[in-house]
């Protein structure tokens, strides 16, 4: 089970940082992804972590603005985002994988997300 936390209302050009508490099993074993649903359209992964060996990779429009990492003690994954712009705005989820297949994580099922607004 995950649970994202950390969403909210910021201006343009601000930062945020998600949080994804993982339970019932040891993060360092799987790849994690970070995803977005933006009103009207499906979702789609922005940032993938293996957290047994720290490799990452980024949906292009998110390159060097979001940083994906894990603190697998604290059995969590973070989404930090810089330099927010208004096509941010979206519902984040976490999930196993770093795929979505008809709109559906190829593990497990959506959780509640969080809310992230950009906007001036």
């Known amino acids: 089970e995950f649970v994202e936390s950390g969403g909210g209302l910021v201006q343009p050009g601000e930062s945020l940082r998600l949080s994804c508490a993982a339970s019932?099993?040891?993060?360092?074993?799987?790849?994690i992804g970070w995803f977005r649903q933006a009103p009207g359209k499906e979702h789609e992964l922005v940032a993938c972590i293996s957290s047994g060996d720290g490799s990452t990779d980024y949906e292009d429009s998110v390159k060097g603005r979001f940083t994906i990492s894990s603190d697998n003690a604290k059995n969590t994954v973070y989404l930090q985002m810089s330099s927010l712009k208004p096509e941010d705005t979206a519902v984040y989820y976490c999930?196993?994988?770093?795929?979505?297949?008809?709109?559906?994580?190829?593990?497990?099922?959506w959780g509640q997300g969080t809310q992230v607004i950009v906007s001036a």
């Open positions: 999930q196993m994988g770093c795929a979505v297949v008809n709109d559906k994580p190829i593990a497990g099922s």
């Open positions: 019932g099993f040891k993060l360092d074993d799987y790849v």
